[in-house]
């Protein structure tokens, strides 16, 4: 099993308030992994230390091998990672098209040289073509002209999900996918996730909804005030009454 | 006639120093004001390189552009860096800083302004100042123009979910960075354009023509006619250069036309910000639709484990 992400000692305080102390966890491709825990455990500033929307005081991040501790946002997005929000952050003046077309690993059109390139019609053409069969996943391919802000959050949370897939690289964060989702579309993000999770992802998921956790991952971890406290399977960390309760805060 | 010429030129000059400044503030969001440096730095690269180093004129208005495009990279990218608030403050020093330094060197004449300019046409007659009229009309379409295709396509995509979004924008993978430094050295270049061909007509410069004050003309062309539309900043830029003029016309005491011109900018800019925010040609601004009832979700927020998977 080849580790798709991998973080060591990973450290983050702001102030008094510690976020991440001595995070060290391994990430394989093909497995899915939840992340549990209350309010404020620390579950999205992992995300974050990952991602590099924060640097970590201390630790390393490496992505697929490579050491991305110093590098900024963009560059490990590049690496390979690829992140929903736990508020969606769709892009508000764009359609929803546009929002997916905006966000492949690699992009043609990072400078202005890309207006007069050759080849750049066919190039946005596939690029249109590809953002429309990952909508054809999570079933949105109805709103593709609309803009994020006409729609209801349930398929906010689909299409933020289709806009992370069209990272094709090999790390997949997803932050509470499950909020506001229920009906058809609970199904199918599940087994989209495992699609992915089968074709060779890394997933780790942050998730309240627990029947969702266990349902679908291999293996979780459960977080405490930035630690991660024990690592199992999600029917072993909710069997424990000791997690339970620092959970719930009975 | 030879009135009309002039005038033709100001408008010409300020149609590119707003469409640039519309890149900037209006589709980069980059809070900015020091684009009256830029339009400095233009004037004063392209003049000095034609005069003292014995360049052509058309050589050296292209370069005094670049001069200007250049050092626009020196404030951005340093500022940029550290976050998109810094660049205001970064830009209100490299301004102040760089006029200062201007109106203190030999070499760029001093407070006293440069003189002596290299005219574009060897012979100032009425022919050729209509001559120099197309040449800066053509630049300032031109301008109009570069700007509505870089903010159009899949450049202008990016340009907008930056703007959007930085943070969401980023974690893409997109080097927001890289964007912000691109669009500000492009505005940047533009001001220097303009800057050039203001001074190989009127072949004098003043440190005084190039003040931070200049930078609320420009906003209130651009706010005037419409951020982020293709033609308003040059509506703008018509109607601010006629406007004071007519006034001339009135033949009242210079005593008030002076006070008149400043109120009637600032009376317009709080005008359209009142009652149209979206300037002359911008479309008519509307709340942003309201999301469509949820057939399929629970109320955003509602995320309590279902009962089922409550262990």
Known sequence: ?250 | MEFLASMAIGVGIFVILASSFNLIIGHGGLMSIAHPIFFALGGYGSALLARDLGLGVPPAILLGALVAGAASVALSLPALRVSGDYLVIASIGFQLGLLQIIKNLDWTGGAGGLANIRPLFATYTIDTKLAYVAVVGVLAVATVLAVRGLVAGPYGRAITAMRDDEEAFRSLGRNATAIKVTLFAIGSMFAGLAGALYAHYYLYLSPEQFEILYSAAMLTMVVVGGVRTTWGPALGALLLQVLPQAINFLKLPTALTGPLQGIIFTGLVLFFLFTRPQGLLGTRWSPPARPEDDDDAPPAGDIMPPKTGVP
């Open chain 1, 1 to 250: 099993m080849t580790t798709a992400l991998e973080v060591r000692g990973l450290t983050k305080r702001f102030g008094g308030i510690v976020v991440a102390e001595s995070i060290a966890a391994r990430f394989e491709a093909g497995r899915i992994v939840g992340l549990i825990g209350p309010n404020g455990a620390g579950k999205s500033s992992f995300f974050n230390l990952v991602t590099g929307v924060v640097p970590a005081d201390a630790g390393a991040v490496l992505i697929n091998g490579t050491d991305a501790t110093r590098l900024p946002m963009h560059a490990r997005a590049r690496l390979g990672v690829a992140r929903t929000w736990q508020h969606v952050r769709l892009f508000a003046s764009l359609t929803v098209l546009e929002n997916l077309m905006i966000a492949p690993r690699r992009y043609h059109a990072e400078t202005p040289l890309a207006l007069v390139a050759p080849g750049r019609h066919e190039t946005e053409r596939r690029l249109r073509e590809r953002a429309m069969a990952q909508l054809e996943k999570v079933r949105m391919v109805d709103f593709a002209q609309r803009r994020p802000g006409e729609l209801s959050f349930g398929k906010q949370r689909l299409i933020s999900l289709a806009r992370a897939l069209m990272n094709d690289g090999n790390v997949l964060l997803l932050d509470e996918p499950m909020a506001g989702v229920e009906g058809p579309a609970y199904e199918a993000i599940k087994a989209l996730v495992r699609a992915e999770a089968a074709g060779g992802r890394a997933v780790c998921i942050v998730e309240h909804n627990i029947s969702f956790v266990r349902d679908l991952c291999d293996s979780a971890l459960f977080m405490f005030q930035g630690r991660i406290l024990r690592a199992g399977t999600v029917s072993e960390l909710i069997a424990s009454p000791e997690l339970t309760e620092l959970y719930f805060g009975t």
